[in-house]
């Protein structure tokens, strides 16, 4: 199966500084990747997602990009501000027809300090 | 749509009891997810469903874990007997089928922390 690594576990920035978390995956056939974002004691939402036709992606303050050859992808969050403080999930899938299987990465606590 | 729905929000039981997680899944969705999170494990899945029929549950941890989604609106996760080291947090989510949408990440409900002593 797939395999998904994610680094740094632990991340403390200056509100304000980019916070950039990166993950890699295992299996070529991979084509959707989601970052989800959990907040202390509440259930992890969608962010932004990629698809493996596209390099990266864009939305506000955060992007992603993916690089298919080495299998890796990354979340990018300028600006960052106290309200981003939380654990992030990046997450790989080779979705299709029948198969909506998401594997998750360990999770990254970002810290923004004021 | 309220969202995926999940009860109870938390569950104190004792070791050797019987537990059930419910969960409601938003409606027209095509797959429902079990998933467990820990510190040490981080999230793990336990169970899926597509149209109500369980698809991949390689990740339930052994016997005492059943799941059943008589209907597409209704699933539940059932620990018999349960075991301190089943604590944690039990998510379920929902997603339209893949190609259904440009977007199929899944939506997740609030949870059960469920703690066994």
């Known amino acids: 199966g797939e395999n998904v690594e994610q680094h740094p576990s632990t991340l403390s920035v200056q509100e304000g500084d980019s916070a950039v978390i990166k993950c890699t995956y295992s299996d070529s056939a991979s084509n959707y990747f989601p970052w989800y974002k959990q907040e202390l004691g509440k259930r992890p939402q969608l962010i932004i997602d990629i698809r493996s036709n596209v390099g990266e992606k864009k939305d506000q303050r955060i992007a992603v990009t993916l690089n298919k050859t080495a299998k890796h992808f990354s979340l990018h969050i300028t600006e960052t501000q106290p309200e981003d403080s939380a654990v992030y999930f990046c997450a790989a899938s080779k979705v299709k027809d029948n198969f909506n299987k998401f594997y998750f990465g360990s999770g990254t606590k970002l810290n923004v300090k004021p | 749509d309220a969202g995926v729905i999940q009860s109870p929000r938390h569950e104190v039981t004792e070791m050797g009891q019987e537990v059930t997680l419910r969960c409601k899944p938003i409606?027209?969705?095509?797959?429902l997810f079990w998933y467990r999170q820990t510190m040490m494990r981080g999230l793990e899945l336990l169970i899926y469903f597509n149209n109500n029929v369980p698809i991949d549950d390689s990740g339930m941890p052994e016997d005492r874990f059943s799941a059943k989604m008589p209907n597409a609106s209704f699933s539940t996760l059932k620990i018999q007997p349960s075991e301190p080291r089943d604590s944690a947090v039990y998510f379920c989510?929902?997603?339209?089928?893949?190609?259904?949408?440009?977007?199929?990440?899944?939506?997740f409900g609030s949870g059960t922390r469920l703690t066994v002593v």
């Open positions: 409606s027209g969705h095509d797959y």
């Open positions: 989510a929902s997603s339209f089928a893949p190609l259904r949408r440009p977007r199929y990440g899944y939506t």
